[in-house]
């Protein structure tokens, strides 16, 4: 299999240093840059980032001694030395804009957790397992920004990662509306209990932002291309609360859904086992090989038990019943800096991968 080159912008971060640690193996991609802020440039990997690494596997060996670049004033020396990067940056969202852009323009591709560009109409945003087709809008990206091979790929919030994986194959039976209240680790918001200390112990009910992209991005997810744009789906009907609570990583969902012809259980259950998108099929190596996992068993799933189900990849649901107000209700769970975060942009680069776009 060929290798690729790659960069993480925003090494030093929480989301950077996942990054890293999912990459330090990875049998397609051998990382050969790392950048972050002016204020990192110039230290090695361990100087700037060892006394807030985060991780519970160590830094990577060779990474260690590697030197920082400038995020911002070294573009053109970081695209001569990568075939694409990753990008997770702690910016304003319009320096982020510009700054993907950049990369893109300086023909240097971005796989980005950013949300800056998540409703950008000829950006895909991708779920691999659901709309790995939105990719092709790449083609008219590239048209508008002038370039041969740059452009911007996203992947959605890590709140949407729970519930629309199992909506997904549930939209045969014409999903009308849905209720969704999330329960979100911390570590979404780039702490730890060390960090964060008043975490311990209580619940925030309130997440800046957050359920404005639960409630909007499933809608651009389950969209078409049209004229060289992703058109946004008018339906189902979505109404979201996000809590913040005292786990360390996992977002949970309760989900409420309704839908133009109710299905039975059984057939809710079935689709879910067999549900299987582009990364399964490809047999892509970060792909969980089991996409949803049900459990039978009424307190589960639980974030600490089952968020690292396949390597933090998969989706587990459980409580599957019906509901007096809507069809059925149910729980699911996914883990937020893995399948949410950085493994859900590794699964994506894997993808474009497997679909020539960094060739
Ligand atoms: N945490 C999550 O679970 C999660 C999930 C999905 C998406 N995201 C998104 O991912 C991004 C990063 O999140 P995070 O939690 O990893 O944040 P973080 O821990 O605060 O890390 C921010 C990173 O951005 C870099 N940075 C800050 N200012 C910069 C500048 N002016 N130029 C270049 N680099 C700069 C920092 O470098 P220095 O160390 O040099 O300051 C650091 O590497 C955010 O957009 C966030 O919304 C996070």
């Not at 830094?59 to 990568?82: H, N």
Request: one cysteine or more.
């Amino acid at each position: 299999m060929k290798q690729y080159n790659v960069g993480i912008i925003g090494a030093t971060g929480m989301v950077g240093q996942r990054f890293a640690t999912l990459l330090e193996n990875h049998p397609w991609f051998n990382v050969k840059v790392l950048a972050a802020s002016p204020r990192s440039a110039g230290q090695t990997y361990e100087e700037a980032a060892g006394s807030r690494w985060k991780m519970a596997v160590p830094m990577p060996e060779a990474m260690k001694g590697m030197k920082l670049y400038d995020a911002t004033s070294d573009i053109e020396k970081i695209a001569e030395q990568v075939d694409f990067c990753f990008c997770a940056v702690d910016m304003k969202k319009d320096e982020i804009k510009a700054l993907e852009e950049a990369y893109a323009k300086a023909e240097c591709p971005i796989v980005s957790n950013n949300s800056a560009h998540r409703f950008t109409p000829d950006v895909p945003m991708v779920v691999p397992e659901i709309n790995a087709d939105h990719i092709e809008i790449i083609e008219s990206q590239r048209k508008r920004l002038g370039t041969k091979r740059g452009f911007i790929a996203v992947k959605s919030n890590c709140s949407i990662q729970s519930y629309v994986p199992a909506l997904h194959p549930l939209k045969e039976f014409g999903i009308t509306k849905v209720l969704a209240c999330t329960y979100q680790a911390i570590s979404g918001a780039g702490k730890n209990f060390e960090t964060w200390p008043e975490m311990v112990d209580n619940l925030i009910p309130f997440i800046g932002g957050e359920e404005e992209k639960s409630e909007q991005e499933p809608l651009k997810v389950w969209g078409t291309i049209e004229n060289g744009e992703i058109v946004k789906a008018t339906s189902p009907q979505i109404t979201t609360q996000c809590l913040r609570v005292p786990v360390s990583d996992g977002h949970t969902a309760a989900v409420f859904v309704s839908f133009d012809k109710k299905p039975t259980k059984e057939e809710i259950l079935k689709l879910w086992a067999d549900f299987k998108g582009a990364p399964q099929e490809l047999e892509l190596p970060s792909a969980p090989k089991q996409f949803i996992h049900y459990f039978e068993e009424d307190n589960r799933p639980q974030a600490k038990l089952d968020r690292n189900l396949e390597g933090g990849m998969a989706v587990s649901a459980g409580r599957l019943r019906e509901d007096t107000q809507y069809d059925y209700k149910f729980v699911c769970l996914s883990h937020n800096t893995l399948r949410g975060a950085a493994g859900g942009a590794v699964l994506l680069a894997e993808l474009l991968v497997a679909k020539g776009y960094f060739d």
